[in-house]
C-alpha cells in the first residue's frame, strides 16, 4: 500500500525556518518524483515545487512564491523527502501535503502537516 | 504562468442529478489537465487525468474529456460521497497550477 506521511509542521516565527519531511513507504521511491503542494484554510491548492529522481538529475522546481526561500532535497536511503522553509512568512501559514508523481499527475497525497507561520 | 479557471464556483445539487463541472486554462495544455476530489480535512484524490483517464479505483460514474484550453468534468447520477470541492489541475508547464475549486453541495 503506498503510504506518505508528513511530520515536522508546527508554529514558527515570521522570518524563521522549519523543516518538513515526507515519509515514503508502498511503493519505489527512488524511481518517483515528489511534489509540495499546500492549502490554506479555507483556500484552494498551490503548487509549492517538486523534485526528480535521481535519474533526472533531482531537478528541482518552485513556484515563484517560494523561490529561493524554499528547497527540496530528498534521502532515496530513508525514502524521504523534504521541504526546507527559510523566510517563513504570515502567507506561508497552511497545511503542507506532500504528493508522488510519476506521469506528472499527483497519484497519492499524504495526510498533510499544518504550518502555522505568527508571531 | 498558467491560469486555470472552474465554473460554477459553488453548485447545489441532488442524488441523482448529473453535475458538469468546467475547467478552462489560459493557454493550450493539450490533454495534460487532472481533477481531484477533496473532503473537508482530507488530502486531495485523483480522479481523472490525461483529461479523460480515469484513476484506478475511482467509480465510472466519474467522466473527463477536452482538450486545448476547455476541460469537463461530468458526474453521472451523484451519489451522496460525492458530496465534495473539485480541482483542476493543469501539469503541461510548470509552476503546475490548480483552478479555485467548485464545491458540490445538497440542494
Known amino acids: 500500500e503506498v503510504q506518505l506521511v508528513e511530520s515536522g509542521g508546527g508554529l514558527v516565527q515570521p522570518g524563521g525556518s522549519l523543516k518538513l519531511s515526507c515519509a515514503a513507504s508502498?511503493?519505489?521511491?527512488?524511481?518517483?518524483?515528489l511534489h509540495w503542494v499546500r492549502q490554506a484554510s479555507g483556500k484552494g491548492l498551490e503548487w509549492v515545487g517538486r523534485i526528480r529522481s535521481k535519474a533526472n538529475s533531482y531537478a528541482t522546481a518552485y513556484a515563484a512564491s517560494v523561490k529561493g526561500r524554499f528547497t527540496i532535497s530528498r534521502d532515496d536511503s530513508k525514502n524521504t523527502a523534504y521541504l526546507q522553509m527559510n523566510s517563513l512568512k504570515t502567507e506561508d501559514t497552511a497545511v503542507y501535503y506532500c504528493?508522488?508523481?510519476?506521469?506528472?499527475?499527483?497519484?497519492?497525497w499524504g495526510q498533510g502537516t499544518l504550518v502555522t507561520v505568527s508571531s | 504562468d498558467i491560469q486555470m479557471t472552474q465554473s460554477p464556483s459553488t453548485l447545489s445539487a441532488s442524488v441523482g442529478d448529473r453535475v458538469t463541472i468546467t475547467c478552462r486554462a489560459s493557454?493550450?495544455?493539450?490533454?495534460?489537465l487532472a481533477w481531484y476530489q477533496q473532503k473537508p480535512g482530507k488530502a486531495p484524490k485523483l480522479l481523472i487525468y490525461k483529461a479523460s483517464s480515469l484513476e484506478s479505483g475511482v467509480p465510472s460514474r466519474f467522466s473527463g474529456s477536452g482538450s486545448g484550453t476547455e476541460f469537463t468534468l461530468t458526474i453521472y447520477s451523484l451519489q451522496p460521497d460525492d458530496f465534495a470541492t473539485y480541482y483542476c489541475q493543469q501539469y503541461n508547464t510548470y509552476p503546475f497550477t490548480f483552478g479555485p475549486g467548485t464545491k458540490v453541495d445538497i440542494k
Open positions: 493557454q493550450n495544455i493539450s490533454s495534460w
Open positions: 504528493a508522488r508523481s510519476i506521469t506528472g499527475t499527483l497519484d497519492y
Open positions: 508502498g511503493f519505489t521511491f527512488s524511481g518517483s518524483a
